[in-house]
C-alpha cells in the first residue's frame, strides 16, 4: 500500500519526502534523541543515504515495514518518525523518534494511537511488540498508557554508542478487550 497517508488531530502520518532530510536531522542528528534509539547519532550524509533507502523501501512489494514522518498538520514539517516493522504470522514492531523540542506533548502517543489502529485494522496485524531502554521512564509509561503489557527484558538487546544495552520489551494483541489504541 503506497502512499500512505493518515491524519490526526495535531499531526499527520505521511510518506517520507527528500525535503525532510533536513528536518529529520534534529532527530537522527540529535545525541540527547538518540541515546533512546537502536542507533547511533547520524551525520547528514549517513542520514541523505538512509532517507534515500526509505523512500525507496516504501514503494517495494510487499513492503516491509511502514515507516512513516510524523508531521505537524498545519506546516507538513517532519517532527519525528514511526514505524511499524511487519513479521511473520501477522505480527509488527513498534518503533517511533521525535525531536527533542516537540517532547511531553502528546506527539508520540498521538501517533502511536494512529499507527496502531492502521496496523490493528487496516493491516490485519495480531500482535505488536516494542522495546524500549530501561531508562526511557516516559516510552514506557507511554506502552502501558497504549495498552501494552510488560513482557520482559532482553539482555544486550542493542549495541549503540560502543556498549550493549538492555531491553524492556512491551506488546499488545488485536485481541485483548480493552483497545490497544484507547487508554486504559
Known amino acids: 500500500m503506497y502512499p500512505v497517508r493518515i491524519g490526526g488531530e495535531r499531526i499527520a502520518l505521511r510518506e517520507f519526502e527528500e525535503r525532510d532530510l533536513d528536518a529529520s536531522m534534529a532527530v537522527v542528528g540529535d545525541p540527547d534523541v538518540t541515546v533512546f534509539l537502536s542507533f547511533d547519532t547520524r551525520t547528514r550524509e549517513e542520514q541523505a543515504e538512509r532517507l534515500a533507502a526509505d523512500i525507496a523501501r516504501a514503494k517495494t512489494e510487499p513492503r516491509p515495514d511502514y515507516y512513516l514522518a510524523i508531521a505537524d498538520r498545519q506546516t507538513d514539517e ?107
Open 78 to 184: 517532519l517532527i519525528g518518525f514511526i514505524r511499524i516493522g511487519l513479521g511473520g504470522h501477522r505480527s509488527g514492531e513498534l518503533g517511533y523518534a521525535l525531536r527533542k523540542d516537540r517532547w511531553r506533548q502528546g506527539y508520540t502517543y498521538e501517533a502511536a494511537q494512529l499507527i496502531l489502529a492502521f496496523a490493528f485494522e487496516e493491516l490485519g496485524i495480531h500482535r505488536i511488540q516494542a522495546a524500549c531502554g530501561p531508562d526511557n521512564l516516559a516510552s514506557q509509561a507511554m506502552l502501558r498508557r497504549l495498552g501494552f503489557d510488560y513482557e520482559g527484558r532482553l539482555r544486550d538487546h542493542v549495541f549503540t554508542d560502543g556498549g550493549w544495552r538492555d531491553s524492556l520489551l512491551y506488546s499488545a494483541v488485536s485481541t485483548e478487550t480493552r483497545s490497544p489504541t484507547k487508554p486504559r
